[in-house]
Nanobody, 129 residues
């Protein structure tokens, strides 16, 4: 599966953005893929932000974005979304989406990190104060 992330931009603190991750080739309606969003700020390691199961039945968020970010998916459109509200300057990063070929739908996505092997190019999110 090939992924393409889009929707980034320059916004002010408190604003919202919606990122999209579109699949092509082997699409989300063809097979079971969990999708995760990751981000990497300058000089920092890549951070696992959120994930959603293949059906959308389960989701995961890191504590710093819980209540502000919402992950969702439309398998008919082979697209996963990350709605980001109440953005903060510390959310500034390049955001990447990745897919893991799995039916997993539990609560702990950390153990799936090695399975996120299909990556899209990043989209820059910059939040000014």
């Amino acid at each position: 599966v090939q992924l393409q992330a889009s929707g980034g931009g320059l916004v002010q603190a408190g604003d919202s953005l919606r990122l999209s991750c579109a699949a092509s080739g082997r699409t989300f309606s063809d097979d079971a893929y969990a999708v995760g969003w990751f981000r990497q700020a300058p000089g920092k390691e890549r951070e696992f932000v959120s994930a959603i199961s293949w059906s959308g039945a389960s989701t995961y968020y890191i504590s710093s974005v819980k209540g502000r970010f919402t992950i969702s998916r439309d398998n008919a459109k082979s697209t996963v979304y990350l709605q980001m509200n109440s953005l903060k300057p510390e959310d500034t990063a390049v955001y990447y989406c990745a897919a893991a070929h799995t039916y997993y739908a539990g609560d702990d996505y950390q153990h799936l990190l090695p399975d996120f092997t299909s990556w899209g190019q990043g989209t820059q999110v910059t939040v000014s104060s």
